[in-house]
């Protein structure tokens, strides 16, 4: 990884820990940083810089809900009950997610995206009324 690039990446950090509440930095390589926030009162949306992953510790799942915006499309859940999954999508009420799918399967594609169904958004009806 370049210079340039680790350093703009520390930047980002140290930026973080100045905006988030961030208890702990680990980095486990140039080209992984994972910040351990003490609390989530936001989700931090504005940091580019590939390979800054943010980790907070929460006691239910639904806790989430308060931060997700509308922007929210996709959640990777991995080790959660339906019964859980469930509780966030009703304590979001709507603000965010338009799916929650398996860990590695965020990029599979089908018919709906964004919680839109493009086959019905994307095609064209035809209604014939016969007397």
């Known amino acids: 990884?370049?210079?340039?690039?680790?350093?703009?990446?520390?930047?980002?950090?140290?930026?973080?820990a100045i905006d988030l509440p961030v208890r702990?930095?680990?980095?486990l390589s140039n080209e992984l940083f994972v910040a351990e926030l003490e609390r989530l009162d936001r989700l931090p949306r504005e940091?580019?810089?590939?390979?800054l992953l943010f980790e907070?510790?929460?006691?239910?799942?639904?806790?989430?809900a308060p931060v997700l915006a509308r922007a929210d499309q996709t959640l990777v859940a991995h080790g959660f009950d339906a019964g859980e999954l469930a509780?966030?999508?009703?304590?979001?009420?709507?603000?965010?997610?338009?799916?929650?799918?398996?860990?590695?399967?965020?990029?599979?594609?089908?018919?709906?995206?964004?919680g839109m169904d493009l086959l019905e958004e994307l095609t064209r009806g035809v209604v014939l009324e016969a007397a």
Do not use: C, Y
């Not at 907070?56 to 989430?64: I, M, N, P, Y």
């Not at 304590?91 to 594609?109: E, H, K, Y």
């Open 56 to 64: 907070v510790r929460l006691h239910a799942l639904a806790e989430l």
């Open 87 to 114: 509780a966030l999508v009703d304590a979001s009420a709507g603000r965010g997610l338009d799916r929650i799918v398996p860990l590695g399967t965020a990029l599979r594609f089908s018919h709906r995206w964004d």
């Open 47 to 51: 940091i580019s810089e590939a390979g």
């Open 24 to 27: 702990h930095v680990r980095r």
């Open 1 to 16: 990884m370049p210079t340039t690039a680790v350093t703009a990446k520390l930047a980002a950090v140290a930026g973080a």
